[in-house]
């Protein structure tokens, strides 16, 4: 019994371990504000507070199944494992490089690229935000259904297994409501870079527009697309706000 207590300990352990890839995907998502540039941060304030929440509830998990292991350890009779650094960087990273991509002329002025940065902010940016989303949210929907095949087949018939059984279910439901989270954000992340993506394209449009040909039609054809922009806009944050509250 103490060796299938020691092998369950293990399999428990080795999704703990890749949880820290999980809290660094999302601790990099959550952690630059900028990339939203001036005229669209607002859109993402809400979405960025329950990004916050969700990184804590991935370090709660990872904090109960630490204790969970020490717990069958000492059950065991054994020492709980100490932490591994390079067992913890041989997890793959659910990070999604950025991709830079190739831009107007126009953009590649030093200068005006820096102001569109800042005012507009990145799209290219926020979509590999939304596939590291979409990464954390298969990684943790497959660590929820391994963990319950673990419960399935490793439990022996030791005292408190049934106790055990129900803490970890606890934990299994945990992960698979932040794999929901996580999938939303995902979703949520590509509407905002298509936001992003518009806004930049017009203050673009409008930047060009003033410098070469100014005038009274130009202005108009401006006036229509900000007119679009408006009501997808005001579209786009409606169904942001229902994922939110969904």
């Known amino acids: 019994m103490t060796g299938q207590i020691l092998r369950h300990a293990g399999h428990i352990e080795a999704v703990r371990v890749r949880f820290t890839a999980v809290h660094d995907a999302s601790a990099d998502v959550v952690g630059d504000e900028t990339v939203y540039g001036r005229l669209c941060r607002w859109i993402i304030e809400t979405v960025l507070d329950k990004h916050a929440r969700q990184d804590e509830l991935v370090e709660y998990v990872e904090e109960n199944l630490r204790l969970i ?6 059950l065991a009779g054994e020492r709980p ?5 390079v067992r ?8 999604v490089p950025v991709e830079e991509p190739s831009r ?4 590649q002025i030093g200068p005006l690229k820096d102001v569109l940065d800042e005012l507009t902010g990145r799209p290219e940016v926020i979509a590999a935000h939304a596939r590291t989303w979409w990464n954390i949210a298969a990684e943790q929907r497959a660590m929820a259904d391994e963990l319950e095949g673990f419960l399935e087949r490793d439990v022996p018939a030791w005292d408190g297994a ?5 803490l970890m279910g606890h934990n299994v439901e945990a992960i698979r409501g932040l794999c929901a989270v996580s999938a939303a954000f995902a979703e949520i992340t590509e509407s905002v870079e298509v936001l992003v993506a518009q806004t930049r394209r017009l203050v673009r449009e ?3 527009s003033l410098a070469v040909a100014p005038s009274d039609v130009t202005f108009q054809r401006l006036a229509c697309r900000i007119a679009v922009y408006g009501v997808a806009l005001d579209a786009t944050l409606t169904h942001l706000e229902n994922r939110l509250k969904g």
């Open 88 to 95: 913890e960087a041989a997890v793959p990273s659910l990070v």
């Open 162 to 166: 049934e106790e055990h059984q129900r």
């Open 104 to 107: 107007p002329a126009m953009e």
């Open 81 to 85: 494992p100490e932490p591994d650094p």
């Open 69 to 74: 292991v020490a717990g069958l350890c000492d």
């Open 206 to 208: 409008l930047v060009v």
